[in-house]
């Protein structure tokens, strides 16, 4: 008992059967999707041969043998065209199609032969009709024009009832005209609601894809900071106390501050600030025996601009800190009216593959144009922005982004940038 209780408890399936309700909350209701009239609802129009039954069952429609074989034909093809027009196997094939002249024939030959209440059965050919996908659009307008004209000429011609005529003409022309639009209508329903979904279902990579890349370059960043001064305070600690104790410090303030970051790109309110990039890319670089020299020219930048080329710095100080081994780097930041322009160099050998030999002791092998460079790629051309890596000239590596600073030129990169 206590088992099967905790089963239950837990969501999972009773042992006496079926599946129990998880506990966690109420059920939400499923959205409610309209799919539309079925096969079985064409069905009940058939009661309109009832006046063509009756007289067949009375004599009234000469041989009742005859008259009822013709039924019997007709209702057995109008299941067959409405059934196929709804089978996913055979709507889109020509089987409905020739089901449908075998109908047509029927219909005629009926309605030609014993007259009267057998132009009814004219609606139900044209009825019929609207479920065929293969006629919708102008062919159908044209098959409901001369089939609507013929059954009204042919009852007129054969009880000389103008009235009568226009009815028989009017009622067929409707049948089938008001049975493809309301097909067609709930078609384009259910093509909007897939269209939906997939839009939503993009939405969500979208934004998967953003809040991965906000989390690689925030983790790899602040754990390739945190690894550099604890390996300076594990160096320091035997013979400089103090700074071993500052470095410390410092382990602690990034620790910190990397919580609070992960927390406002976990609400997607994380707005980067290039000075404060900057700053941290100078305490990196000092920590990993890196010569740090920054420059900055030019007019203040839109905080979206700042943002993106904070990521920038972010990740092209984490390359050069975790895989150049670089013993300079320099960080040039330049803006004009229009543009602004960010180069990172350093004298080192720049990314290296996982399996190369030739680097040096105590670097850490990485993929060139790693997964970081990539994303930063897609965020600045997302802006109309560039980012070029590369080695510069015989020793070192380079990263150089562009980014226009105008208002219309950004109007994307603050999604980017979140």
């Known amino acids: 008992m206590r088992l099967r209780r905790r089963r239950q408890d837990a969501g999972g399936e009773d042992p006496d059967g079926g599946a129990q309700r998880p506990s966690c909350g109420p059920a939400q209701p499923a959205e409610r999707e309209e799919k539309g009239p079925g096969r079985y609802a064409f069905l009940p129009w058939l009661l309109m041969g009832l006046g063509a ?9 000469g041989d009742p043998w005859l008259a009822g074989v013709g039924l019997l034909a007709f209702n057995s093809l109008y299941v067959t065209v409405v059934f196929s027009a709804f089978n996913p196997r055979r709507r889109d094939t020509r089987f409905p199609l020739g089901a449908l002249a075998a109908l047509t024939a029927v219909t005629f030959a009926i309605a030609l032969g014993f007259g009267g209440e057998w132009f009814l059965f004219f609606p139900l050919l044209s009825l019929a009709s609207g479920t065929v996908r293969a006629l919708r659009g102008k062919a159908l307008g044209i098959w409901l024009i001369v ?34 639009t309301v097909l067609s209508l709930f078609d384009t329903i259910h093509e909007l609601r897939a269209t939906r979904q997939e839009l939503a279902r993009s939405a969500v990579e979208k934004e998967r894809l953003r809040f991965s890349r906000d989390l690689h370059d925030l983790l790899g960043h602040t754990l390739s900071v945190v690894v550099v001064k604890a390996e300076a305070v594990r160096r320091l600690a035997p013979r400089n106390l103090d700074a071993a104790l500052a470095q410390a410090a410092d382990i602690e303030a990034v620790g910190r501050q990397a919580l ?22 100078r305490s990196a670089m000092d920590g990993a025996g890196i010569e740090p020299v920054v420059r900055h020219a030019g007019p203040p930048l839109p905080p979206q601009a700042e943002a993106l080329l904070g990521w920038v710095v972010r990740e092209g100080v984490t390359n050069a800190v975790r895989h150049s081994g670089a013993t300079r780097c320099e960080i040039e930041v330049h803006v004009d009216a229009d543009r602004a322009r960010l180069t990172i160099t350093d004298d080192g050998h ?33 802006a109309g922005g560039t980012l070029r890596s590369g080695p510069d000239g015989r020793r070192g590596f380079r990263v150089t982004a562009e980014l226009p600073v105008g208002a219309a030129d950004l109007a994307e990169t603050e999604e980017w940038a979140r």
């Open 53 to 61: 039954f009756s007289n067949t069952i009375q004599g009234k429609s």
């Open 147 to 180: 089939l609507s004209g013929t059954a009204g000429v042919l009852s007129g011609w054969w009880d000389d009832d103008p009235w009568n005529s226009v009815s028989i003409g009017y009622g067929t022309f409707l049948s089938g005209m008001v049975t493809a």
């Open 260 to 281: 609070t970051e992960i927390r406002e790109a976990v609400s997607g309110y994380r707005e980067g600030s290039l000075a404060t990039e900057l700053d941290r890319a």
């Open 350 to 382: 720049g990314p290296v593959s996982s399996g190369a030999s030739d680097a040096p002791p105590g670097t850490v092998p990485g993929p060139v144009g790693g997964t970081g460079l990539k994303g930063l790629t897609e965020r600045l051309a997302a």
